[in-house]
């Protein structure tokens, strides 16, 4: 089975912090992608790489940056955290570039930013 | 640009009824479709999948059709359980390239 994991199910951080949302996946997949789940509003996507030390934006990357430095590892990075950041964290891979492709999601991170 | 929209929640059931979730996609193209569920506290899971029209995807007692005369994806279940209640999510790539389009998700809740 594909597991993706993600560091910590829950984190609370403070108001200008640096915070890390890690990401590890086992199965050599590709692609990797971070998104933030919000009521009302879905999942939205923030950030996605199709290879090692690729990146690309996606749909809100504003008050984010990302790091894939190993192929399993996508790190997502709030360079200084604001309480708007507070959200559900969801990181997923995916092994290639079929359309049909499945992608995998981890548990989630809750982050709350004080 | 691509786009998913799914019926807004909650749908609220009692065991054992029949479940319709509608979905219906705006995409150029041949879309692959999917639908994920994602329980309490838990990230998402693939519920099932169609990758070309009139497939039919189908686990866990859940079918949802690829319609493209009618773009539409709903999903269905004929008896649901307790054990169901969660969010769904239809959603749609477009091509290898192409993120995953979401809809906006649509919460189950089943009461004994």
């Known amino acids: 089975d594909v597991k993706v994991t993600q560091s910590s199910r829950y984190l609370v951080k403070r108001t200008g912090e640096k915070v890390f949302l890690e990401c590890v996946q086992d199965?050599?997949?590709?692609?990797m992608f971070w998104y933030r789940q919000d009521p009302g509003l879905g999942l939205r996507l923030i950030y996605f790489?199709?290879?090692?030390?690729?990146?690309e934006k996606g749909d809100i990357p504003e008050g984010y940056s990302v790091s894939r430095e190993k192929k399993e590892r996508f790190s997502l990075i709030l360079e200084s955290a604001s309480t708007n950041q507070t959200s559900m964290y969801l990181c997923?891979?995916?092994?290639?570039?079929?359309?049909?492709?499945?992608?995998?999601f981890g548990p989630g991170t809750r982050l709350t930013v004080l | 640009g691509d786009s998913v929209t799914q019926m807004e929640g909650p749908v609220t059931l009692s065991e054992e009824a029949f479940l319709t979730i509608n979905c219906t996609y705006t995409?150029?193209?041949?879309?692959?479709l999917f639908w994920y569920v994602q329980y309490p506290g838990e990230g998402l899971q693939l519920l099932l999948k169609?990758?070309?029209?009139?497939d039919k995807g189908s686990n866990k007692g859940f079918e949802a059709t690829y319609r493209k005369e009618t773009t539409s994806f709903h999903l269905e279940k004929g008896s649901v359980q307790v054990s169901d209640s969660a969010v769904y999510f239809c959603?749609?790539?477009?091509?290898?390239?192409?993120?995953?389009?979401f809809g906006k998700g649509t919460m189950l809740l089943v009461s004994p």
């Open positions: 997923a891979s995916r092994p290639g570039l079929e359309r049909t492709d499945t992608q995998y």
């Open positions: 199965m050599d997949h590709e692609n």
């Open positions: 790489s199709y290879d090692v030390k690729m990146k």
């Open positions: 995409a150029t193209g041949y879309p692959s």
């Open positions: 169609a990758t070309k029209a009139d």
């Open positions: 959603a749609l790539r477009n091509s290898g390239y192409s993120t995953l389009t």
